[in-house]
C-alpha cells in the first residue's frame, strides 16, 4: 500500500500523475479516430516534425509548446494537404517528411554551442520533470482538444467511415480532415514532454488499437482507450518510480503488453475471430 | 453559357459514327410513368420540349459535362435531366463513368467542364437533401459500428454539430431499418452481415435521411433476388413520393424491369430513355462495345461485376484527393 500512497507524498509526483491521465485521455480520444483512419505512421512524422520548433524554442527563449506546436500543425496541414492534392503518395510524403523534418531538428541541435539541453529528455520525455507552467499549458490544450471532439464526433466518425457519403450529404469533410490533422499535432504537442518525440505515436496509437480488439462498437472503443491509456501511464509512472527507470519507455511498455493481451486474449483473437470472418464472407 | 440540349436526345440514342441504331419507340403508357408523366414522355421531336423546361422539370440536369481524375477523363459531354419522381439506372461496362457521374451529381467530383444543377443548384448546395450511398467496395466493413450506428449517420447532417441524436433521430433509425427489414440486427456490427444485409442496411441509412434524391452506386450488385426484389420495392415507393433515385447497376434485366429510366453510358452518353431502351441489341451493343458477346439472338454480357474502376477493399482513401472541399 505504501508503494501506492508514499510517491503521493512527492509534488513531482502529483504534476506526473494529472500530466499521465491528461494525456491518457487526450491520445486515447484523437488516437481512435487515427486508428481508425490507418494514420498511425501520420502520427509518428508528426511528431518528429515538432523536433525542429523544440529546438528553435529553445534557441530563441520561447515556450516549449509554442515552437512544438507549430513545427506540428504546420507539419500536419502540409501532409494533408499533400495528401489531398499532389500527385504524390501519401506514405511517401509522409516517409520524406518524417526524416527530412527531423534531421532538421538534429542539424540545428548540433550547432548550439556552450550550453546544450538534455537531447535524451527531448527524445524521450520526462514525465516526472513537468513543471506547474507546463502541466498548465497541457491542461489548456488538452482540454481544447477533448472540447472539439466533443462538439464534432460525430462528423468525425461519419467522414471517418464514409468521407463520400458524408461529403455528398453535405458535411465539410475537406475542413474536418485539416481540424482533425490539427488535433492531432496538438495531442502530440501535449504528449511530448511525457513520452518525447520518438515513443509520442505509442500514446496515440496503442490504447485505442487495444481497445479495437476488444468492441466493435465506436463508443465503447473510445471509453476503453481512455481506460487504457490512462490506466497503462498510471501503472507505466508507478513502475518506473518504483524501479527507477525512465517514465516514458515504461508508460509506452506497459501499453505494449495491455495490447499484446487484448490481441492474444481478446474476442476477436483465434479460433473466434476466424470462425466470424468465415461467416462474414457467406454471401447472401 | 450552356449549350441547348438537343430536345431529341432526352429519349433517343445519340447516333453513332457510321452506324444506324434501331430504336424502340417511346412507350407513351409505360405504367411505370402514370404518376409523373413530364414533357419528356412526350413523342420526341415534340416542338414544346426544350432546354429550359427539362432542366426546370429536373431535380438532376447536366449539360456537356465533363470530368475525370487528375488528368485521365472519365466522363465526355454529358448531357442529362432526371425528372422528379423518377427511377434511373446508370449502365455501362466496366470505366464506363458510371461511378464518376454519380459522384458529379454529389458534389464529391466538380466537373472539369460543363454545368451540373441538383435539386435546382450547383451540387452540394442542397447536400442535406441528398442521400448517396458507396460502392460496397469502398467501405470498412470491419470498423466498430453496428447496424444502428450507421442507420444513425443519416442522420447526423441534418443534427449539425454538438447536438446529439433524440427521440426523433431513433425513431426514424428504427423505421429504416423496418423498411429494409433489418430491425432485427440493429445491434450487429456491419462486418458479420451478409452482402444482401449489408446494401439494405446502407439503403437504411438513406431512408433514415429522408432525402429528395438517392445517388446509389450500385445498390443491387451482389446480393440475392429477395433482397434485390425488396430493394427495388423501397426505391419504387420512394418515386411514388416523389423523390428521385440515380443507381448504377450492372445488372441490366434489372434495370430494364424495375427501373422507369435508362442512362446507357461509356464515357459519354450512348441512349437514354425507357427502361427497355437497354433491352435494344443496337444501345447494347454500342454501350458495351467488346463486353457483349450475342449468343442465339441473346445478348450476354461478358462484364464482371466485380472489377471496377475503384480500388480494392481497404484503400478508402482513394478517392479524397477528388473530393470537393465545401
Known amino acids: 500500500m505504501d508503494a501506492i500512497v508514499g510517491p503521493l507524498a512527492y509534488p513531482f509526483f502529483i504534476r506526473a500523475l494529472i500530466a499521465c491521465v491528461l494525456v491518457g485521455t487526450t491520445c486515447a480520444v484523437v488516437g481512435t479516430y487515427v486508428v481508425l483512419k490507418g494514420l498511425a505512421f501520420m502520427g509518428d512524422a508528426i511528431s518528429h516534425a515538432a523536433f525542429p520548433g523544440i529546438v528553435a524554442a529553445f534557441l530563441f527563449k520561447a515556450s516549449f509548446y509554442l515552437g512544438a506546436g507549430i513545427a506540428a500543425v504546420a507539419t500536419s496541414l502540409a501532409i494533408g494537404y499533400v495528401s489531398r492534392r499532389a500527385r504524390i503518395r501519401v506514405d511517401t510524403a509522409v516517409g520524406v517528411l518524417f526524416a527530412g523534418t527531423f534531421a532538421l531538428g538534429i542539424f540545428v541541435f548540433s550547432s548550439i554551442r556552450g550550453y546544450t539541453p538534455d537531447l535524451f529528455g527531448f527524445l524521450f520525455g520526462n514525465v516526472v520533470a513537468i513543471s506547474v507552467s507546463d502541466l498548465i499549458g497541457l491542461t489548456v490544450l488538452g482540454s481544447f482538444v477533448l472540447l472539439i471532439v466533443a462538439a464534432l464526433w460525430k462528423e468525425l466518425l461519419y467522414t471517418t467511415f464514409d468521407p463520400l457519403g458524408a461529403g455528398a450529404s453535405g458535411l465539410a469533410v475537406g475542413p474536418l480532415e485539416y481540424l482533425f490533422f490539427a488535433l492531432v499535432a496538438v495531442t502530440i504537442v501535449v504528449s511530448l514532454q511525457a513520452v518525447g518525440i520518438i515513443l509520442v505515436v505509442a500514446m496515440l496509437v496503442t490504447p485505442a488499437a487495444t481497445a479495437q480488439q476488444l468492441t466493435v462498437r465506436f463508443g465503447s472503443m473510445m471509453r476503453l482507450a481512455i481506460l487504457v491509456g490512462v490506466g497503462s501511464s498510471v501503472t507505466g509512472l508507478y513502475v518506473s518510480y518504483w524501479l527507477n527507470v525512465a517514465s516514458g519507455a515504461t508508460i509506452v511498455l506497459v501499453e505494449t503488453l495491455a495490447f499484446i493481451v487484448a490481441v492474444v486474449f481478446g474476442p476477436h483473437s483465434g479460433v473466434w475471430r476466424l470462425r466470424r470472418r468465415a461467416g462474414a464472407r457467406t454471401p447472401g | ?326
Open chain 2, 1 to 326: 453559357m450552356s449549350a441547348p440540349i438537343d430536345p431529341e436526345l432526352a429519349s433517343a440514342v445519340a447516333p453513332p459514327p457510321g452506324a444506324a441504331v434501331g430504336l424502340p419507340p417511346h412507350p407513351e403508357g409505360d405504367p411505370h410513368h402514370r404518376d409523373h408523366a413530364g414533357p419528356d414522355h412526350r413523342l420526341p421531336g415534340d416542338p414544346t420540349i426544350d432546354a429550359g423546361h427539362a432542366r426546370a422539370h429536373a431535380d438532376v440536369w447536366l449539360s456537356d459535362v465533363s470530368a475525370g481524375y487528375g488528368d485521365r477523363p472519365a466522363l465526355g459531354h454529358i448531357d442529362l435531366a432526371v425528372e422528379a419522381g423518377t427511377l434511373l439506372a446508370v449502365v455501362g461496362p466496366n470505366g464506363a463513368g458510371k461511378s464518376t457521374l454519380l459522384k458529379v451529381m454529389a458534389g464529391l467530383l466538380s466537373p472539369w467542364s460543363g454545368r451540373v444543377e441538383v435539386l435546382g443548384r450547383a451540387p452540394g448546395e442542397e447536400a442535406h437533401r441528398v442521400a448517396y450511398v458507396p460502392q460496397a467496395e469502398l467501405v470498412d466493413w470491419q470498423f466498430p459500428v453496428t447496424v444502428g450506428d450507421v442507420v444513425m449517420m443519416g442522420r447526423y447532417p441534418g443534427l449539425g454539430p454538438i447536438r446529439r441524436p433524440g427521440p426523433v433521430d431513433r425513431r426514424a433509425v428504427a423505421e429504416a431499418l423496418e423498411q429494409v427489414k433489418m430491425s432485427d440486427h440493429v445491434a450487429t456490427q456491419i462486418g458479420s452481415l451478409s452482402g444482401g444485409q449489408r446494401r439494405r442496411v446502407f439503403l437504411a441509412r438513406a431512408l433514415a435521411a429522408d432525402p429528395a434524391l438517392f445517388l446509389l452506386d450500385e445498390p443491387v450488385t451482389g446480393i440475392d433476388a429477395t433482397t434485390q426484389e425488396d430493394l427495388m420495392d423501397i426505391l419504387e415507393a420512394q418515386t411514388r413520393r416523389g423523390r428521385t433515385v440515380v443507381a448504377t447497376t450492372h445488372d441490366l434485366a434489372c434495370a430494364a424491369q424495375r427501373f422507369h429510366r435508362v442512362a446507357a453510358i461509356n464515357q459519354t452518353i450512348i441512349a437514354q430513355g425507357p427502361a427497355s431502351l437497354i433491352l435494344d441489341p443496337g444501345v447494347l451493343a454500342q454501350t458495351y462495345g467488346g463486353h457483349l458477346l450475342v449468343l442465339g439472338g441473346q445478348a450476354v454480357l461478358m462484364d464482371d461485376a466485380h472489377h471496377h474502376d475503384q480500388p480494392a477493399t481497404g484503400e478508402r482513401h482513394f478517392h479524397d484527393d477528388e473530393m470537393r472541399a465545401p
